[in-house]
């Protein structure tokens, strides 16, 4: 099993937080995996994206121009990413801030409504993992035993309070995604 995933958005929407947290996740439970961020010298609302490659066998490189899966949280990053896509693969969007929604036929495309739902819940910070849960409805690579422990891994001890806050939004985003478009 090999996953090759692309997370993208503006900086300070979680997306590398995203990333390294699924693969902390994934190391717990022995995968082989592979995290390497992009993004502008902006902290904020600059874009920044991350390579993710969860296996189960050695990872021979951390070069891709075709993913799996591709996670996009802005219009710029779905108009990149839409066409990076390996047919037959996953692409899972945010709606808001979103103009132009994917048109592609030979993919499977997934919606979350992550950014309204954490707004109208007061729980903004949490949306990225909101994504991440829909992200693992769709695709667990990892199991749900092991989310905690990645969770405690990658983040700071001083965070290491809010770990059920985020327990719970990758819940609440189970339950948000909803399909789109389905081979």
Known sequence: MTEELIIAGFGGQGVLSMGKILVYCAAEEGSEVLWMPAYGPEQRGGTANVTVIVSSERISSPILSKFDTAIVLNQQSLDKFEAAVKPGGTLIFDPNGITHEPTRKDINIYKIAATEKAQAMGISKVFNMMVLGGYLKLKPIVSNE?????????????????????????????????AVHTL
């Not at 905690?148 to 995604?177: D, T, V």
Request: glycine share 10%; no cysteine.
């Open 146 to 178: 092991f989310i905690e422990k990645g969770l405690m891994k990658a983040l700071p001890a001083r965070h290491h309070k809010l770990i059920p806050q985020n327990m719970e939004a990758i819940e609440i985003g189970k339950g948000l995604i909803e």
